[in-house]
């Protein structure tokens, strides 16, 4: 299955590479890369391993880790 982020995940997602670049270092940015890529290649071979959005139904959503919080 081919995985697409919504518009405001790929937002998010981009925010947070260039926080990570700016406050931490490559390697912590390149850590976080490398688990957002196990996450996604899991959910490409199983997407109903994780939960639908109530929102819209035709996405998931997947956690790559729980500290990371936007207020």
């Given at each position: 299955m081919k995985i697409r982020l919504s518009s405001l995940a790929a937002f998010k997602l981009e925010l947070l590479v260039e926080y990570l670049e700016e406050r931490w270092s490559a390697r912590v940015k390149l850590k976080f890369l490398k688990k957002l890529e196990k996450g996604l290649?899991?959910?490409?071979?199983?997407?109903?391993?994780?939960?639908?959005?109530?929102?819209?139904?035709?996405?998931?959503?997947?956690?790559?880790?729980?500290?990371?919080?936007?207020?």
């Open positions: 290649n899991v959910a490409a071979n199983n997407p109903n391993a994780f939960p639908q959005s109530q929102i819209r139904p035709e996405l998931r959503k997947l956690v790559i880790s729980k500290q990371l919080r936007y207020t």
